[in-house]
């Protein structure tokens, strides 16, 4: 895929409401190559999702998966934060979920995958095992993995995957990382690139990558394709809540990598609520994600910044209000003035 | 000074050890710029160390300054945490100073400069004052300034910088940002060079740049040329301890950032010190690094790498054991290779 794709610009999953088919499709169309998002979504909406996406273009495109955690949390490790988020949302008169565990129907979405086979499955959180990567070959399809740290990417490249996606620490909503772990230290893009120059493996740079330049960047330092999310977040096809665009749109706040919102580290754009609750905040996702998703859901539908998971990369200051196809144009451009 | 340098890469200043009149001379030779660390030497050392330099090569240098904290910390901040290193350091028979207040000497050093000029005087923890920097420029010398936000370059381009040195959140070492403040936000390399793209000054990329490919992608991104620090650690021109040696060449534990060492962040390899001691640091600089300072001689006199500060920037595992000069060639080349 990669070989093929001019410009070498690929819109990442952007999961929780910003991924949409006319988005992927607007990006596809324009010559880059764009990845659906799945998580979060009920198979049957992944189907439908995916039948509206092959409606839009016959380009090629890609789907991302979740990598469901081995196993759920202690509940003794997080029912403080749960009783602290429970008060806080009481008193603002916002509803809570229930800390379940689930693995996000990966085994239902990976069959549906190689029914309706994608030209490329990317994977988060983890490395899918070798019958996956088999079916998903035999089925046509490339597989890429996220990877965040050497030892990642050793244990991908092992593994059979396809392409490499380095997510560096600038990179705006969930770290990619295998597991949500602090002792696993964080490198930058650039980090990264440098530090797995000799991967037998393309390597696709994601991670802060907001203009031309940064996609020049991201390749002269050995990348074979730069992947940007933030940067599409305020296309008119995104999906993207209303108070999140008004919050990237004044640019003046900054991110700060917090798991608040979802018990799985993630970065976003500082709000009452991550000041608020970062410093009980413990690791149990998906748990604490289902204990929030219903306030942050009315939040999004009050308008309400303040309460909700405002993601976003280090530098989504130079996001810019374009139609999708247009963005990708000018990035184009930026990257031939840059090289 | 930056439209003549080929290579278009600068020798970080290396305060507190590694900094070293050779391997500055060496990195000069070579064609490249080299900065020499005036950090914690007294005024007569800093003249010493600029004589012999001169001594050893007739090319352009510079000499990098701290700027003193305006304001000693208070003492009920961080006096918890000079018992705790005091009780670890007593356990161990290791030596500890007072929490004093200095502003290393910073107008003698400064008037120094102005009696001796070098080409270049750069600056890190903040801006000179405007008669500082007019003196500077009336001696005939450019003025750098380290800067780690866009506010800081906003500060510094207002204040008559003539060149930004943008370091990333990947550096090894002090952090060389206005405050230690634990709000302001860190930014990768990358991040900063997008951000910062329509600065009026030539811009200087720092922080986790280690081989040609990730000169090659800084200068895509802008900059007009590269400083590396972590690269040059492993020269035998530098001053680095033999322990700090020995944890470089492992190459396999992480870094962190601390304010255990110094009570200013700083990144350096994860060790038995920093582990211990990192959840209580504290913010007061240059007290805690005068409390820790003989423990940490002690320590490097005894090969003891639990110890001391192992500073190193993220991808320090890729820094080569290589003479300065025939570093620079290797870079310089890798360079070509990659753009």
Same mark, same amino acid.
């Given at each position: 895929?990669?070989?093929?794709?001019?410009?070498?610009?690929?819109?990442?999953?952007?999961?929780?409401?910003?991924?949409?088919?006319?988005?992927? =499709?607007?990006?596809?169309?324009?010559?880059?190559? #764009?990845?659906?998002?799945?998580?979060?979504?009920?198979?049957?909406?992944?189907?439908?999702?995916? *039948?509206?996406?092959?409606?839009?273009?016959? &380009?090629?495109? #890609?789907?991302?998966?979740?990598?469901?955690?081995?196993?759920?949390?202690?509940?003794?490790?997080?029912?403080?934060?749960?009783?602290?988020?429970?008060?806080? =949302?009481?008193?603002?008169?916002?509803? !809570? /979920?229930?800390?379940?565990?689930?693995?996000?129907?990966?085994?239902?979405?990976?069959?549906?995958?190689?029914?309706?086979?994608?030209?490329?499955?990317?994977?988060?959180? /983890?490395?899918?095992? +070798?019958?996956?990567?088999?079916?998903?070959?035999?089925?046509?399809?490339?597989?890429?993995?996220?990877?965040?740290?050497?030892?990642?990417?050793?244990?991908?490249?092992?593994?059979?995957?396809?392409?490499?996606?380095?997510?560096?620490?600038? +990179? /705006?909503?969930?770290? /990619?990382?295998?597991?949500?772990?602090?002792?696993?230290?964080?490198?930058?893009?650039?980090?990264?690139?440098?530090?797995?120059?000799?991967?037998?493996?393309?390597? !696709?740079?994601?991670?802060?990558?907001?203009?031309?330049?940064?996609?020049?960047?991201?390749?002269?330092?050995?990348?074979?394709?730069?992947?940007?999310?933030?940067?599409?977040?305020?296309?008119?096809?995104? #999906?993207? =809540?209303?108070?999140?665009?008004?919050?990237? &749109?004044?640019?003046? !706040?900054?991110?700060?990598?917090?798991?608040?919102?979802?018990?799985? +580290?993630?970065?976003?754009?500082?709000?009452?609520?991550?000041?608020?609750?970062?410093? *009980?905040?413990?690791?149990?996702?998906?748990?604490?994600?289902?204990?929030?998703?219903?306030?942050?859901?009315?939040?999004?539908?009050? #308008?309400?910044?303040?309460?909700?998971?405002?993601?976003?990369?280090? *530098?989504?200051?130079?996001? &810019?209000?374009?139609? =999708?196809?247009?963005?990708? &144009?000018?990035?184009?451009?930026?990257?031939?003035?840059? *090289?």
């Amino acid at each position: 895929m990669l070989d093929r794709l001019q410009p070498p610009i690929v819109l990442a999953p952007l999961a929780g409401g910003p991924s949409t088919p006319a988005l992927v =499709a607007a990006v596809c169309e324009a010559g880059a190559f #764009g990845f659906l998002a799945s998580g979060y979504l009920r198979p049957a909406a992944l189907a439908e999702q995916l *039948a509206e996406l092959r409606s839009l273009t016959r &380009r090629p495109f #890609g789907v991302n998966l979740f990598i469901p955690a081995p196993r759920p949390a202690d509940p003794a490790t997080y029912a403080p934060y749960v009783e602290e988020i429970g008060r806080w =949302a009481g008193a603002r008169g916002l509803p !809570v /979920g229930e800390p379940w565990f689930d693995d996000d129907a990966y085994t239902e979405k990976l069959d549906l995958l190689i029914r309706d086979p994608a030209p490329v499955v990317s994977f988060t959180f /983890g490395m899918p095992d +070798a019958e996956a990567v088999g079916r998903l070959h035999d089925a046509g399809s490339e597989v890429w993995v996220t990877v965040t740290t050497p030892s990642e990417a050793a244990i991908a490249v092992a593994g059979g995957a396809d392409a490499l996606v380095l997510q560096g620490t600038e +990179a /705006g909503g969930h770290r /990619g990382s295998f597991s949500d772990d602090d002792s696993r230290p964080g490198y930058s893009t650039l980090s990264l690139l440098q530090l797995l120059a000799g991967t037998p493996r393309p390597l !696709v740079a994601a991670g802060g990558l907001m203009s031309g330049a940064g996609i020049a960047a991201a390749l002269a330092a050995g990348a074979r394709a730069a992947q940007l999310g933030t940067a599409f977040l305020l296309c008119p096809e995104a #999906g993207t =809540a209303a108070p999140h665009r008004a919050a990237l &749109r004044r640019g003046d !706040v900054p991110t700060k990598v917090t798991r608040a919102f979802t018990g799985r +580290a993630a970065r976003g754009i500082v709000n009452e609520f991550m000041a608020e609750h970062d410093a *009980a905040a413990v690791s149990a996702y998906p748990e604490i994600h289902h204990v929030t998703q219903p306030l942050r859901r009315q939040a999004r539908a009050d #308008g309400d910044a303040a309460a909700i998971n405002l993601w976003a990369g280090e *530098a989504y200051a130079l996001a &810019r209000e374009l139609p =999708a196809a247009e963005l990708v &144009r000018v990035l184009a451009t930026e990257l031939a003035d840059a *090289a």
